[in-house]
């Protein structure tokens, strides 16, 4: 059975049962041809036909109109800070020392002179570092990063690299117009060890590499290390189960944990805290205080007969930056001026006949860092100050984030 046809204005038209339509035309060659016109069409929600949005692309080609996120996955971008390294292959023995020398610098024809001195640090092997290359590793490290005259005069940063015991040193300090901190010469670099110890030096001279990194620092501001700026997707890797922080804070930062019992005033608070870490960087994601009491009320502070009078002061130094939580005198408070950021499940009161429970839980979308031990001249901090007598069932405060080798 032939297809109906209609002729419009001169122009033949060919339907098929469905209704779907081309037009007959005439080739150079005086043979007939089907004109096709293709449309992409979808379904909606109620099943109806539609048409759906198309652009043409730069080739000619008709294509879909989509929204789209595009994950980078290869490399972009080198770090231009100079550096080097060197690997501890034996410790030595208790008593042999390491002495770590970097050259000064004098190729700044600014003024004023950005020119910084010579570098040497001496380290003297410990009873308990002889024979375990890693504790060497992170007691060198720390000791680089807390020393003023590598940190901040010389601008430098050491760390680890991974599971082995190689110490990175790199120079914060760049220039994009000229290399004034570079070390170019042989001998510039240099790790010399004294008995039985061993060292592999990576490079004796210290200078910019230009190493493919995956995200480049920015070059005017080399100095801010772990921000970037990022168009596009992030993917975030899990993280070791060993890096997991998890610390209840304790009397006077090492005695006790229970507070329920505290007896302080303004004039002499309690103090409870969470100190730094001597080798690593935490980052805190949650604060929780939980406890319990025979009969936990509202109005009152748990399961006393009244509200405090002074109240609980929470004081966090992030960063050599310090920041006091809004007092806590009631129950209430818990909820109301601690518990952000977890929504409904922030806080929790469970009543039971003699002992009644809760949670209150501070969580952070970003976390907080306190920072290893000697990286200010006064070391971070999370502290509790108890400035009341209390007498409840059981009081305690944790926080939960991850450590990081700095």
């Avoid at 380290?123 to 590598?150: C, K, M, P, S, Y």
């Avoid at 050491?158 to 082995?164: C, P």
């Avoid at 000697?374 to 502290?383: A, K, P, Q, S």
């Avoid at 509790?384 to 450590?403: C, H, P, T």
């Amino acid at each position: 059975m032939g297809l109906p046809f209609t002729v419009v204005s001169g122009a033949v038209f060919i339907a098929d049962a469905d209704g779907d339509i081309c037009e007959v035309v005439q080739r150079s060659d005086n043979s007939s041809a089907l004109a096709t016109q293709s449309e992409l069409v979808g379904t909606d929600t109620l099943g109806a036909w539609r048409s759906v949005n198309t652009v043409v692309r730069t080739d000619g080609v008709r294509a879909l109109a989509v929204d789209s996120r595009t994950v980078v996955e290869s490399t972009f971008g080198f770090d231009q800070s100079p550096d080097s390294y060197f690997r501890i292959i034996n410790t030595g023995a208790a008593g042999d020392q390491w002495t770590i020398f970097i050259k000064g610098t004098n190729n700044d024809p600014t003024n004023p002179d950005r020119d910084v001195p010579d570098f040497t640090y001496i380290h003297t092997v410990t009873v308990e570092e002889a024979g375990d290359e890693l504790l060497l590793r992170d007691r060198i490290i720390q000791a680089l990063n807390a020393n003023a005259t590598f940190k901040q005069i010389c601008g430098m940063k050491a760390q680890n690299a991974t599971d082995r015991a190689i110490i990175h040193i790199q120079s914060d300090f760049y220039s994009l117009g000229g290399e004034y901190w570079e070390r170019p010469f042989a001998g510039d670099f240099s790790v010399t060890v004294t008995g039985s110890g061993q060292v592999f030096l990576g490079f004796d001279n210290f200078i910019s590499r230009s190493k493919p990194v995956s995200i480049a620092r920015d070059i005017d501001s080399p100095h801010r290390l772990g921000l970037f700026g990022i168009t596009g997707e992030v993917r975030v890797t899990a993280k070791d189960l060993d890096d997991l922080f998890i610390e209840t804070a304790k009397e006077n930062y090492t005695g006790a944990a229970d507070m329920s019992k505290a007896n302080g005033s303004v004039a002499n608070p309690d103090i409870w805290g969470i100190p730094t870490s001597t080798n690593t960087d935490i980052f805190i994601q949650e604060l929780r205080f939980y406890g319990q009491g025979n009969g936990i009320k509202y109005g009152n502070f748990l399961n006393m007969n009244s509200a405090l009078n002074n109240g609980i002061q929470i004081t966090i130094k992030s960063n050599d930056t310090t920041t006091v939580l809004p007092l806590i005198k009631t129950t209430e408070d818990f909820k109301n001026k601690f518990a952000f950021g977890a929504s409904a499940t922030g806080f929790k009161l469970d009543v039971a006949s003699g002992r009644d429970d809760f949670l209150a839980v501070f969580t952070f979308e970003n976390p907080f860092t306190l920072k290893v031990q000697g990286t200010f001249t006064v070391d971070d901090f999370i502290e509790i100050q108890i400035r009341d007598n209390l007498n409840v069932g059981a009081l305690e405060f944790i926080a939960k984030g991850f450590e990081k080798d700095p």
